[in-house]
């Protein structure tokens, strides 16, 4: 006896195409949705990197100001300026800058893509110098 047709096609096995295709839908919308959140996740991580660089310099000022206050060797900015390390590591670096006085600052880049203007603020006997972003 020949067996029937219908019983030939139920004893297949595989995707139909569409299976696939609906698969293809589904993964598609994800990554349309996945993919731009991740393009704001790493842009926001460098936005934090970038400001983490900025909050280091003004911990590195703040604590060269207060050493040079304490020793009795504060004479001006320019002792503050001098005596700190402005060398964050290496994601950061500065495509202009650092600089002090009259329009100071720099241009602090993280990982060669973020750049992010900053004034300095010059120390006084009161206060030590600051950072900002522009």
Do not use: C
């Amino acid at each position: 006896m020949e067996p029937s047709p219908h019983h030939l096609l139920s004893d297949r096995t595989g995707f139909t195409l569409i299976e696939i295709i609906a698969v293809l839908v589904i993964i598609s919308t994800i990554a349309a949705i996945a993919v731009p959140k991740y393009i704001d996740l790493d842009e926001n991580a460098k936005e934090r990197a970038v400001s983490s660089g900025v909050s280091e310099l003004n911990g590195r000022e703040a604590l060269t100001w207060a050493n040079l206050r304490v020793a009795g060797a504060y004479g001006s900015d320019n002792d503050v300026f001098t005596s700190i390390d402005y060398y964050l590591g290496s994601d950061y670096g500065w495509s202009a800058g650092p600089n002090r006085g009259a329009g100071g600052g720099g241009t602090l880049v993280f990982q060669g893509t973020k750049e992010i203007d900053l004034d300095r603020t010059d120390s006084s006997a009161d206060n030590p110098a600051r950072w900002d972003r522009r």
